[in-house]
């Protein structure tokens, strides 16, 4: 009976969370499914709605800026995290540098992409200064647009929020890091690299893919920063899908979901790669040793 | 039992959950029924039973107003002056609910298919084709606005320009609140003259590059530019007063796209990027980027100004062939849960008084529907004494220029091709 | 001399970091009393205090502060009571299908929340959730749970089962054992969801939009119209109310945990 206890205890404990994920997730997903594979008058399966999504150029832009937006902004962030952990991390154990750090986790994305407005647009605080050093003379030769169909806005926004969520999951890993391994490499005449590769990487790599996931996940999903920061042509993914939901007549609602199912399935596939990977290097280490 | 407090959490947890959505159910259940019964029998009764009786049902309720929220002068003026008023003469609760129009419609359409008979809006800001899609497919009441007292006493149902909205017929599904006309503002401080007509325009825009751009079409300001430009290629004959015709954008459709093609390397940003919203727009035109901005309400930039958010230098002009002008409306969803309140709150911001204040520069500045000879002398009196601004263009030059709203399906069709016409053909 | 370029560097860095991550503050600050500020004036012509009257005469204000801090609380609140146990259990337990149950736990960020909303108005609305704040809060939990899990599964980890223990050893009931012990050595993890969690909630526009139907006024949704708008000095003071409300969150939380510790 005790035994028994043991072990169905950790399935009680996740019961309600796991309840939750799966009621949320699954529920609202199926429903969207449901939604992009039907007629929105009669009601009936079609695919017509994929069909027309990926025979339209307007999606193919928006996927492919999305992708490469938040491809960009997750890389970016997690190599700039790691580095400034791995140089700072013992200032970090003060208490006054991790509230700094967590400061811009404080800010909103949407008031983060009003001041990336504020600062480095045309006509923005940058340019003001640019001005005064008398590095322009006008407002039009500012060289740092940010508003522009690269969506560098958009990618600056996401490194300045996310920096922090990057530095804040590796503090962690940095302080468990057992530090005898470093002066051991650091005895056979290995330098700094070496020590990242063989002491460090092995420990944070699960961290720093799930990080990536996290974001990249959130970064392709996320509406209120391309909202503020976008352009025309072409629009992040869930502008598009927004636009479509809420346009005049009920008819591009399909294709709306559709556009939604398939951001699902493209951060799906790439989380499973994703974590496999890391999953499949972790088993050959473990089985090398 | 519960020997691990993590049990009783979960436990807890699970019985909260249930509590939770079976109360939101049974709750909103209950009520759905309770009123709908109740709002089926009186809403037919509300058109033929006398306004003191629709008052006195109204008396001590609640009206849900929704409404775009971006102008704290439109804002202020709802919360700080009608509010208060609507209180202290009727006993009604105005709440004021900052939403999009394209969302609250698509809100009510999914309530309409999700079979909610009682829903949450009372009153609705709508025009145009956003009129036309909440007609056409059922989101709207009634015919209401011919049973309003200050309707009937100061607009009538047969004054011609308010037959229709866009073209669309109104027939009293929505009731007159504003009027405003279509024209473009500039900076005195770099402009001296500005453009007359759409040719000087475009010369004025290549002599200064990046100071001039305009919304996107799927804003209201944006397709309003473009409209502009489509009176000036079709002709005002074919516009002003006639149904859409196919072979009119066949044929003129390129010379629309050419001009707009024109300019564009000239625009701001080079015209790789164009404002989602009026908003934006006014953003730049107070930050300097851009040296014009444009929009509905002839007097809308006098509060701006008094802010400083636009420069003290900035004066309004219109060009050939003429100001687009409109009206819009306020109108009451199918699933009203207050139709009376709604109804009294409409007439009471119908009122002289109401529409006066609305009229002031430093509160929205726009012009009445009203019939101004049929107020009373003292308030006719009244109207004429108000102080528009200087930013404002006289009555009489607005008035000569003003044209017609054309069918929708000309916006329509602006909004299904700018964007490959225009905008992708940049790359 | 190596030693010296490196100190440098650092001190720059740190610099760099300490302007990067004060000068937003000041400069929503100061945008927020200007009247008139123009490009290429590095400060404001003149100073004016119409921004903050506007906030405040707001009459939806302090309504909407007050519906959001409320919301927030809750899903802070039930963020606790599903990820403190999801976290222990994954922190301290060996059993089967736990990578299964990990990839589930995280799906909610995986899978955009624009999708889950959309595809649950309509579920929403037949259960009488929509436009009702209980909607809300429960759509808020998607995309702030698996951030909570995440951070309390580490927490756990970090302090070890062995503590726990041995107070149990020493014959502590187990709510004893979570208040004198547990409580307070996963307070670090416990503020950082609590922080996390209402950070997320608050800035919440399109979720709260779609469930809220526009009834359930919140901040975000009084910001939204104003964020792209010309009048830059009130949406300054509305951006500086997001983050004044978080700091006061968790300065209260503090407090909380200074209290309960005094207590023990």
Redesign the interface.
């Given at each position: 009976m005790k035994l028994f206890k043991q072990?169905i205890?950790?399935?009680?404990?996740?019961?309600?969370?796991?309840t939750?994920?799966?009621v949320?997730?699954g529920?609202?997903?199926?429903?969207?499914?449901l939604?992009s594979l039907q007629d929105w008058e009669t009601g009936e399966w079609t695919v017509v709605y994929y069909h027309e999504l990926f025979t339209n150029?307007?999606f193919w832009d928006s996927l492919f800026l999305s992708f490469s937006t938040a491809l960009l902004s997750t890389a970016v962030s997690v190599v700039l995290g790691l580095v400034?952990t791995r140089?700072?991390y013992h200032?970090f154990r003060k208490n006054r540098w991790k509230l700094?750090?967590?400061?811009?986790?404080?800010?909103?994305?949407?008031?983060a992409?009003?001041?990336v407005l504020?600062?480095f647009?045309?006509?923005?605080?940058l340019?003001?200064?640019l001005?005064?050093f008398g590095w322009i003379q006008e407002?039009?030769e500012y060289p740092f647009?940010v508003?522009?169909?690269q969506g560098t806005g958009i990618i600056l926004t996401y490194i300045?929020k996310e920096v922090p969520f990057v530095i804040?999951m590796l503090l962690?890993v940095y302080y468990q890091l057992n530090s005898n391994y470093e002066a051991v490499i650091r005895t056979l005449g290995g330098g700094s690299w070496e020590v990242f590769k063989t002491a460090e990487f092995p420990a944070l790599a699960p961290v720093l893919t799930?990080t990536g996931?996290?974001l990249f996940?959130?970064t392709?999903?996320a509406?209120?920063v391309p909202?503020?920061l976008?352009?025309?042509?072409p629009k992040m993914l869930?502008l598009l899908?927004?636009?479509w939901?809420?346009?005049?007549?009920?008819s591009s609602r399909p294709a709306?979901?559709a556009v939604?199912?398939v951001?699902?399935f493209l951060?799906?596939l790439l989380?499973f790669l994703a974590?496999g990977l890391s999953q499949r290097r972790r088993n050959q280490m473990s089985r090398g040793k | 039992m519960f020997k691990?407090p993590?049990?009783k959490c979960?436990i807890g947890?699970?019985g909260i959950?249930l509590v939770a959505i079976f109360a939101g159910c049974t709750n909103s259940e209950s009520g759905q029924t309770d009123e709908h019964s109740e709002n089926s029998a009186s809403s037919e009764a509300l058109l033929e039973q006398p306004w003191e009786k629709t008052e006195a049902a109204a008396e001590n309720s609640q009206v849900n107003l929704y409404m775009w929220g971006g102008d704290e002068g439109v804002n202020r003026y709802i919360d700080n002056w009608v509010a208060p008023r609507l209180k202290e003469n009727y006993d009604i609760t105005l709440k004021r609910y900052p939403m999009?129009i394209?969302?609250v419609?698509?809100k009510l359409?999914t309530e309409k298919r999700a079979n909610k008979e009682t829903g949450v809006m009372d009153i609705i800001w709508i025009n145009g084709?956003?009129f036309k899609?909440a007609k056409e497919?059922g989101l709207l009441w009634n015919s209401f606005s011919d049973k309003l007292p200050n309707f009937k006493k100061f607009i009538g149902q047969d004054r011609a320009d308010l037959q229709t909205d866009f073209g669309t017929p109104v027939e009293g599904m929505e009731a007159p609140w504003g009027k405003v006309q279509y024209v473009f503002f500039y900076d005195a401080a770099h402009i001296k003259k500005p453009p007359q007509n759409f040719i000087e325009l475009a010369q004025w825009v290549k002599e200064n590059?990046?100071k001039f751009t305009y919304p996107?079409v799927?804003d209201f300001t944006g397709s309003g530019f473009m409209k502009h430009l489509l009176y000036d290629k079709m002709g005002r004959d074919v516009l002003e007063n006639e149904l859409y015709r196919e072979e009119l954008t066949n044929e003129h459709g390129d010379a629309v796209w050419q001009y707009l093609n024109d300019i564009q390397p000239y625009l701001w940003?080079n015209g790789?990027?164009?404002p989602?919203s009026l908003t934006e727009l006014d953003r730049?035109y107070s930050?300097?980027?851009v040296w014009m901005t444009m929009g509905y309400n002839e007097a809308r930039a006098e509060r701006l100004i008094e802010d400083g958010t636009f420069p003290e230098t900035t004066k309004s002009f219109i060009m050939e062939p003429g100001s687009i002008g409109n009206y819009h409306f306020l109108s009451i969803p199918f699933n009203s849960p207050n139709k009376a309140g709604a109804m009294v709150a409409i007439n009471e911001l119908l009122s002289p008084e109401a529409q006066l204040e609305k009229m002031q520069p430093s509160v929205w500045g726009e012009n009445t529907p009203l019939s101004l000879e049929k107020l009373s002398e003292a308030d006719q009196e009244k109207f004429k004494n108000i102080e528009r601004g200087d930013s404002v263009l006289p009555s009489e030059q607005l008035e000569a220029a003003y044209l017609n709203e054309m069918d929708p399906a000309y916006t329509e069709w602006l909004k299904e091709n700018w964007?490959s016409e225009v905008?992708?053909t940049t790359h | 001399m190596k030693s010296f370029i490196r100190r440098t560097m650092?001190i720059t860095?740190?610099t760099l970091?300490?302007v990067?991550?004060?000068a937003?503050?000041l400069?929503?600050g100061m945008?927020s009393f200007a009247h008139e500020w123009?490009?290429?004036?590095?400060l404001p012509a003149s100073f004016s205090l119409r921004a903050w009257t506007v906030v405040f005469q707001d009459s939806q204000l302090w309504e909407a502060l007050f519906v959001t801090a409320v919301i927030g609380m809750l899903v802070i609140v039930l963020n606790f009571?599903?990820?403190l146990?999801?976290g222990?259990?994954?922190a301290y337990?060996e059993?089967k299908g736990?990578s299964l149950?990990e990839?589930?736990?995280?799906?909610?960020?995986?899978?955009?929340?624009?999708?889950?909303?959309?595809?649950?108005l309509?579920?929403a609305i037949r259960l009488g959730m929509a436009d009702h704040w209980i909607g809300v809060v429960?759509?808020h939990?998607?995309p702030t749970?698996?951030y909570t899990?995440?951070i309390l599964r580490?927490g756990y980890e970090?302090i070890g089962w062995k503590y726990e223990e041995a107070a149990r050893n020493l014959g502590a009931s187990p709510f004893t054992v979570f208040k004198t012990v547990t409580f307070p050595l996963l307070f670090p993890s416990i503020r950082?969801v609590a922080?996390?969690s209402f950070?997320i909630s608050?800035?919440q526009?399109?979720l709260t939009a779609l469930i809220g139907g526009g009834q359930v006024i919140t901040l975000?949704m009084i910001?939204?119209p104003y964020?792209?708008g010309a009048d830059?000095p009130v949406?300054?003071a509305f951006?500086l109310l997001?983050?004044v409300l978080?700091?006061a969150l968790?300065l209260m939380f503090e407090s909380l945990f200074l209290r309960s510790r005094k207590k023990v």
């Amino acid at each position: 009976m005790k035994l028994f206890k043991q072990r169905i205890k950790p399935y009680l404990l996740l019961l309600p969370s796991v309840t939750a994920a799966i009621v949320f997730v699954g529920w609202g997903t199926a429903a969207a499914l449901l939604e992009s594979l039907q007629d929105w008058e009669t009601g009936e399966w079609t695919v017509v709605y994929y069909h027309e999504l990926f025979t339209n150029p307007v999606f193919w832009d928006s996927l492919f800026l999305s992708f490469s937006t938040a491809l960009l902004s997750t890389a970016v962030s997690v190599v700039l995290g790691l580095v400034v952990t791995r140089y700072l991390y013992h200032y970090f154990r003060k208490n006054r540098w991790k509230l700094l750090v967590w400061l811009p986790m404080l800010v909103p994305h949407l008031v983060a992409a009003y001041l990336v407005l504020l600062f480095f647009s045309d006509s923005g605080l940058l340019s003001s200064l640019l001005y005064r050093f008398g590095w322009i003379q006008e407002m039009s030769e500012y060289p740092f647009s940010v508003q522009n169909r690269q969506g560098t806005g958009i990618i600056l926004t996401y490194i300045w929020k996310e920096v922090p969520f990057v530095i804040l999951m590796l503090l962690p890993v940095y302080y468990q890091l057992n530090s005898n391994y470093e002066a051991v490499i650091r005895t056979l005449g290995g330098g700094s690299w070496e020590v990242f590769k063989t002491a460090e990487f092995p420990a944070l790599a699960p961290v720093l893919t799930e990080t990536g996931i996290i974001l990249f996940s959130f970064t392709i999903a996320a509406f209120e920063v391309p909202y503020i920061l976008g352009v025309t042509y072409p629009k992040m993914l869930p502008l598009l899908s927004y636009q479509w939901y809420f346009e005049n007549d009920w008819s591009s609602r399909p294709a709306a979901m559709a556009v939604m199912m398939v951001t699902t399935f493209l951060t799906l596939l790439l989380a499973f790669l994703a974590f496999g990977l890391s999953q499949r290097r972790r088993n050959q280490m473990s089985r090398g040793k | 039992m519960f020997k691990n407090p993590w049990k009783k959490c979960g436990i807890g947890l699970v019985g909260i959950f249930l509590v939770a959505i079976f109360a939101g159910c049974t709750n909103s259940e209950s009520g759905q029924t309770d009123e709908h019964s109740e709002n089926s029998a009186s809403s037919e009764a509300l058109l033929e039973q006398p306004w003191e009786k629709t008052e006195a049902a109204a008396e001590n309720s609640q009206v849900n107003l929704y409404m775009w929220g971006g102008d704290e002068g439109v804002n202020r003026y709802i919360d700080n002056w009608v509010a208060p008023r609507l209180k202290e003469n009727y006993d009604i609760t105005l709440k004021r609910y900052p939403m999009d129009i394209t969302e609250v419609l698509q809100k009510l359409q999914t309530e309409k298919r999700a079979n909610k008979e009682t829903g949450v809006m009372d009153i609705i800001w709508i025009n145009g084709e956003n009129f036309k899609n909440a007609k056409e497919n059922g989101l709207l009441w009634n015919s209401f606005s011919d049973k309003l007292p200050n309707f009937k006493k100061f607009i009538g149902q047969d004054r011609a320009d308010l037959q229709t909205d866009f073209g669309t017929p109104v027939e009293g599904m929505e009731a007159p609140w504003g009027k405003v006309q279509y024209v473009f503002f500039y900076d005195a401080a770099h402009i001296k003259k500005p453009p007359q007509n759409f040719i000087e325009l475009a010369q004025w825009v290549k002599e200064n590059p990046g100071k001039f751009t305009y919304p996107e079409v799927q804003d209201f300001t944006g397709s309003g530019f473009m409209k502009h430009l489509l009176y000036d290629k079709m002709g005002r004959d074919v516009l002003e007063n006639e149904l859409y015709r196919e072979e009119l954008t066949n044929e003129h459709g390129d010379a629309v796209w050419q001009y707009l093609n024109d300019i564009q390397p000239y625009l701001w940003k080079n015209g790789e990027n164009y404002p989602a919203s009026l908003t934006e727009l006014d953003r730049l035109y107070s930050q300097g980027e851009v040296w014009m901005t444009m929009g509905y309400n002839e007097a809308r930039a006098e509060r701006l100004i008094e802010d400083g958010t636009f420069p003290e230098t900035t004066k309004s002009f219109i060009m050939e062939p003429g100001s687009i002008g409109n009206y819009h409306f306020l109108s009451i969803p199918f699933n009203s849960p207050n139709k009376a309140g709604a109804m009294v709150a409409i007439n009471e911001l119908l009122s002289p008084e109401a529409q006066l204040e609305k009229m002031q520069p430093s509160v929205w500045g726009e012009n009445t529907p009203l019939s101004l000879e049929k107020l009373s002398e003292a308030d006719q009196e009244k109207f004429k004494n108000i102080e528009r601004g200087d930013s404002v263009l006289p009555s009489e030059q607005l008035e000569a220029a003003y044209l017609n709203e054309m069918d929708p399906a000309y916006t329509e069709w602006l909004k299904e091709n700018w964007m490959s016409e225009v905008v992708q053909t940049t790359h | 001399m190596k030693s010296f370029i490196r100190r440098t560097m650092k001190i720059t860095v740190l610099t760099l970091i300490v302007v990067g991550l004060l000068a937003p503050f000041l400069i929503l600050g100061m945008s927020s009393f200007a009247h008139e500020w123009r490009w290429p004036q590095l400060l404001p012509a003149s100073f004016s205090l119409r921004a903050w009257t506007v906030v405040f005469q707001d009459s939806q204000l302090w309504e909407a502060l007050f519906v959001t801090a409320v919301i927030g609380m809750l899903v802070i609140v039930l963020n606790f009571l599903l990820g403190l146990p999801a976290g222990r259990a994954l922190a301290y337990e060996e059993f089967k299908g736990k990578s299964l149950i990990e990839t589930l736990l995280l799906l909610p960020i995986l899978v955009p929340s624009l999708a889950i909303g959309m595809g649950l108005l309509f579920t929403a609305i037949r259960l009488g959730m929509a436009d009702h704040w209980i909607g809300v809060v429960l759509i808020h939990l998607v995309p702030t749970l698996p951030y909570t899990i995440r951070i309390l599964r580490a927490g756990y980890e970090n302090i070890g089962w062995k503590y726990e223990e041995a107070a149990r050893n020493l014959g502590a009931s187990p709510f004893t054992v979570f208040k004198t012990v547990t409580f307070p050595l996963l307070f670090p993890s416990i503020r950082a969801v609590a922080a996390l969690s209402f950070v997320i909630s608050i800035s919440q526009y399109v979720l709260t939009a779609l469930i809220g139907g526009g009834q359930v006024i919140t901040l975000a949704m009084i910001y939204y119209p104003y964020v792209s708008g010309a009048d830059r000095p009130v949406t300054a003071a509305f951006s500086l109310l997001f983050i004044v409300l978080t700091i006061a969150l968790l300065l209260m939380f503090e407090s909380l945990f200074l209290r309960s510790r005094k207590k023990v």
